[in-house]
């Protein structure tokens, strides 16, 4: 019973900054240069990360900060629930998110999120889907921008596995950057399928950042996949599947 009446807090607070935002901050937003519009924005991002300690009883184990590199990079993180894709945004700012069209058409958060220029796909069209991350990614790149890619596609619950997609990796190697590895079981706190959080340990661990110079996507690929699985069956509380999936 206190965690739905915790969560029932958490989403009170949950809706009504993103109002405030949508009130105080939207109409400002456009006029302010592309860094300054993530300084904004952002607020919120933090405010969430706060309040959902504060509110749900979760404690924060973050360790790796410091392997965060001072340029761009493509960043790829494992994707369970809502929670990550706020964290990965302050974790570091700017970053370009790849993300599902449909994300832009809700209200406020959907208005927030075109301001910062995300990469957004049609995803019942995955070859025109394919190109785009590629030519918009490396774009994105020269312009001093991270990119956030989650190689499994979609989300993706804890104790499962799926395959990982090797577009992070590509458009990495394209643009001469590193890929920065992430890993987290916040799906254990913030389930993605269910609107009660459950209070305990958040963990995230960052990795060292892969370098792509002079190799192959597929290569990069494989060391993401392995660095991410292996945190994984560390700091998961839910027993993580040992072999790859099948099929892609």
Same mark, same amino acid.
């Given at each position: &019973?206190?965690?739905?009446?915790?969560?029932?807090?958490?989403?009170?607070?949950?809706?009504?900054?993103?109002?405030?935002?949508?009130?105080?901050?939207?109409?400002?937003?456009?006029?302010?240069?592309? *860094?300054?519009?993530?300084r904004l924005l952002n607020l919120y991002n933090h405010?969430? &990360?706060?309040?959902?300690?504060?509110?749900?009883?979760?404690?924060?184990?973050?360790?790796?900060?410091?392997?965060?590199?001072?340029?761009?990079?493509?960043?790829?993180?494992?994707? #369970?629930?809502?929670?990550?894709?706020?964290?990965?945004?302050? &974790?570091?700012?700017?970053?370009?998110?790849?993300?599902?069209?449909?994300?832009?058409?809700?209200?406020?958060?959907?208005?927030?999120?075109?301001?910062?220029?995300?990469? %957004?796909?049609?995803?019942?069209?995955?070859?025109? *889907? &394919?190109?785009?991350?590629?030519?918009?990614?490396?774009?994105?790149?020269?312009?001093?921008?991270?990119?956030?890619?989650?190689?499994?596609?979609?989300?993706?619950?804890?104790?499962e596995r799926k395959r990982y997609n090797k577009s992070?990796?590509?458009?990495?190697?394209?643009?001469?950057?590193?890929?920065?590895?992430? *890993?987290?079981? *916040?799906?254990?706190?913030?389930?993605?399928?269910?609107?009660?959080?459950?209070?305990?340990?958040?963990?995230?661990?960052?990795?060292?950042?892969?370098?792509?110079?002079?190799?192959?996507p597929d290569e990069v690929l494989v060391d993401v996949?392995?660095?991410?699985?292996? #945190?994984?069956?560390?700091? %998961?509380?839910?027993?993580?599947?040992? %072999?790859?999936?099948?099929?892609?």
């Amino acid at each position: &019973m206190i965690q739905v009446v915790r969560s029932i807090v958490f989403y009170a607070g949950y809706f009504t900054a993103l109002l405030a935002i949508g009130v105080l901050f939207l109409p400002i937003a456009p006029f302010l240069p592309l *860094a300054g519009r993530y300084r904004l924005l952002n607020l919120y991002n933090h405010f969430l &990360m706060f309040w959902f300690r504060i509110a749900c009883g979760v404690r924060y184990d973050i360790q790796g900060a410091h392997n965060l590199p001072d340029g761009p990079c493509v960043i790829q993180a494992n994707h #369970q629930c809502e929670w990550e894709t706020v964290f990965l945004q302050v &974790m570091k700012p700017p970053v370009c998110t790849v993300l599902k069209r449909e994300l832009l058409r809700l209200p406020i958060f959907g208005w927030g999120l075109r301001l910062l220029r995300p990469i %957004s796909l049609d995803r019942s069209k995955p070859a025109r *889907a &394919m190109k785009q991350v590629l030519t918009q990614g490396v774009e994105r790149l020269g312009t001093g921008l991270s990119v956030l890619i989650f190689p499994e596609g979609t989300r993706v619950d804890p104790g499962e596995r799926k395959r990982y997609n090797k577009s992070g990796s590509v458009v990495a190697c394209r643009a001469g950057v590193p890929v920065l590895p992430v *890993a987290h079981n *916040a799906g254990e706190r913030w389930p993605g399928r269910h609107w009660v959080k459950r209070p305990g340990v958040l963990r995230v661990r960052i990795g060292k950042p892969i370098e792509t110079a002079g190799r192959m996507p597929d290569e990069v690929l494989v060391d993401v996949e392995e660095w991410i699985e292996a #945190q994984l069956q560390e700091i %998961s509380d839910v027993p993580r599947p040992t %072999s790859r999936p099948a099929s892609r």
